[in-house]
């Protein structure tokens, strides 16, 4: 069964700590996303990366970075977190290319006080 | 911009009564449209890929169809295991295979 497992469910952090949230895919895929959701906003882009070392900006990436140093792992960095940070992160695989399904982890909510 | 907009932003629905949901999007060429379902807590699973307009994909009570402007997620006699949130996506052909989400359309069906 495809998996892709986030590390931490729920995180508290405070203003200006390093933040790395982790996120392994067990399905051999080459595509991986770090989308950002609030209440409202829906679903928002950071940071995609289509190939291991390989990264582009989504829509919203200032406050964060990437590291996709192996195929099935991609980590999302906040350098200095912010409380404007506090959010649902969800990462994504995208599956076989000619159906476009992304499949998503579990989420990480992380509250940055 | 590639963009995509939900409506309404929350539906209530009595078991039974059937309804549709409406995502409008605008990309540059259309590579392929997505339905997904959100559970409180959990990542969105995945639903339907529409490609052109004129398509329609079923599940069980649900129907998704496809114009050139829209997308509309039909419902017919939900449950309230159908209770979630609805979530819209585009992918364009240009940007690899960045995907673009709506906000969502929050359900709630009463027994």
Redesign the interface.
């Known amino acids: 069964d495809v998996k892709v497992t986030q590390s931490s469910r729920y995180l508290v952090k405070r203003t200006g700590e390093k933040v790395f949230l982790e996120c392994v895919q067990d399905m051999d895929h080459e595509n991986m996303f770090w989308y950002r959701q609030d209440p409202g906003l829906g679903l928002r882009l950071i940071y995609f990366s289509y190939d291991v070392k390989m990264k582009e900006k989504g829509d919203i990436p200032e406050g964060y970075s990437v590291s996709r140093e192996k195929k099935e792992r991609f980590s999302l960095i906040l350098e200095s977190a912010s409380t404007n940070q506090t959010s649902m992160y969800l990462c994504a695989s995208l599956g076989a290319a000619n159906t476009g399904e992304l499949f998503f982890g579990e989420g990480s909510r992380l509250t940055v006080l | 911009e590639d963009q995509?907009t939900?409506s309404p932003?929350a539906l209530r629905l009595q078991e039974g009564e059937s309804s549709s949901l409406n995502c409008s999007y605008t990309v540059s060429g259309l590579?392929?449209l997505?339905w997904?379902r959100q559970d409180p807590?959990?990542?969105?699973?995945?639903l339907f890929?529409l490609y052109s307009a004129g398509e329609e994909k079923e599940k069980e009570r649900l129907k998704a169809t496809l114009t050139k402007k829209e997308s509309f997620l039909h419902i017919t006699a939900p449950k309230p295991e159908d209770s979630a949130t609805y979530?819209c996506?585009v992918?364009g052909d240009t940007?690899?295979?960045?995907?673009?989400?709506?906000?969502?359309t929050r359900l709630f069906v009463k027994a």
């Open positions: 995509v939900q932003e590579r392929g997505f997904y807590g959990k990542g969105p699973e995945f890929t979530l996506a992918q940007g690899g295979f960045k995907t673009i989400f709506g906000a969502g």
